[in-house]
């Protein structure tokens, strides 16, 4: 047993020590933060169709943790703060996202990325029972060596339940945005 274990440290010691920066490295942190604007095309109740005259809008900020493998997939977690502007309501939905991209460590490149998520009732003006789903794709555009700024453009579908709306069942937001975003080699 205690040859195997010593054999088992030098082996992964010698795996890890023999990394400099000019190889590839198998997993690496991701952090991403962004603020968004979306106008939504379609919004209405889910019991009672009862469609908003005009568009509306929304704003969000959020960011996401996790891991990206072989530097070109990703999979992560994070939250994210929604306000729709037409009928005015504040949402916090935790999110998973998954990306793929083009470019290694975040060099200058294109992504496209899926995020889903469910609401977390706070209170009452943070209500919960609802879902957020988007579909973007964006480019990383590389500062320097530690920051990189990235743009995308998605698409928005939401569901939201609030006591003011629990008569006519869900409230369905469905929209196209653009977000701004930091990220941190």
Known sequence: MNRFTLFFVLFNSAFVYSQN????????????S???????YENYYAIHIERENGASAGFDVN????????????????????WNINKT??????????????????????????Q???NIKWTNSMDGNGATAKLGIGVIINIDDNRCFYLDLFKKSKEQVTDEFQNKGYYKLNGYGMSIGLTFN
Do not use: Q, W
């Open 21 to 32: 920066e000019d190889k590839i490295h198998f997993i690496e942190y991701v952090n991403m």
């Open 63 to 82: 960011t996401i943790h996790g891991i990206k493998f072989f530097e070109r997939v990703s999979i992560a977690a994070g939250i994210s703060v929604d």
């Open 34 to 40: 962004s603020f968004s604007i979306s106008n939504n």
């Open 116 to 118: 889903t998520g469910k």
């Open 89 to 114: 309501f504040l949402s916090t939905p935790y999110i998973l996202d998954f990306r793929i991209y083009s470019s290694r460590s975040n060099e200058n490149g294109m992504f496209a990325y899926i």
